[in-house]
C-alpha cells in the first residue's frame, strides 16, 4: 500500500514538475491599447472624423424630432377647431414624421448603422496595423501570449518591464508618447 501512494506521489510530482517547465517555458507580455491607439496620428484623425460625422447626424436627427415636436404642439393647439377626418390626417402625419426620424436615427446609430460601418472603414485599417506588429513582435520575441492591459478587468497587476506598448509603436513606425 505504501508504494502504491509513494508512486501516486511520485507521478504527482512528474506531473507538477513538468507543468511549471511547461509554464516556464512560455513567455508572456502585455500592450496598452488605449496607450497605443493615442500614439498613432491615424488613429486621432479617424476619431476626430467620425466625431464630427456623428455630430453631424445627431444634428440632422434632432432637427426631425424638432418637425415632429412643433408639429404635435400645432396639432394641440388646433385640436378642438379641426374635424374628426383632419385629426386624424394629423395625427398620421406626426406618426408619420416621428417614425422617419426614428428611423434615421437607426439608420445612422443602430447596430449596424452608418456610424459602425463608418467606424469599420476608417479604424478597422489602423486595428489590423496594431494587430500585425503585436503578430510580428510576439513572433520575434517568440512571446506565446500577448495581453491587453487596457481591459483592466484581466489583469490584476502587471509588472511594468513586461510592457511591450513602446515597441508595438516603434515597429509601425511612431514615436511612443509619455504614459
Not at 148 to 160: G, V
Request: aromatic share 8%.
Amino acid at each position: 500500500m505504501k508504494t502504491s501512494i509513494l508512486k501516486s506521489a511520485a507521478i504527482a510530482l512528474a506531473l507538477m514538475l513538468t507543468n511549471a517547465v511547461t509554464t516556464k517555458a512560455q513567455k508572456t507580455a502585455y500592450v496598452d491599447l488605449d496607450y497605443i491607439l493615442a500614439n498613432v496620428p491615424d488613429y486621432k484623425n479617424a476619431q476626430s472624423e467620425l466625431d464630427k460625422i456623428s455630430a453631424q447626424w445627431q444634428k440632422e436627427i434632432e432637427a426631425k424630432f424638432a418637425e415632429v415636436d412643433k408639429l404635435y404642439k400645432s396639432y394641440q393647439a388646433e385640436e378642438i377647431l379641426l374635424t374628426e377626418e383632419l385629426k386624424k390626417k394629423r395625427q398620421s402625419e406626426i406618426i408619420q414624421k416621428e417614425k422617419e426620424a426614428k428611423d434615421l436615427q437607426k439608420q445612422r446609430f443602430g447596430v449596424d448603422g452608418d456610424l459602425y460601418k463608418k467606424r469599420q472603414e476608417l479604424v478597422k485599417p489602423i486595428q489590423d496595423k496594431v494587430y500585425n506588429a503585436v503578430k510580428a513582435l510576439c513572433d520575434k520575441q517568440q512571446i506565446m501570449i500577448m495581453f491587453n492591459k487596457t481591459s483592466e478587468l484581466n489583469i490584476l497587476y502587471a509588472n511594468p518591464k513586461f510592457d511591450r506598448s513602446d515597441e508595438v509603436l516603434e515597429s509601425m513606425g511612431f514615436k511612443p508618447g509619455a504614459k
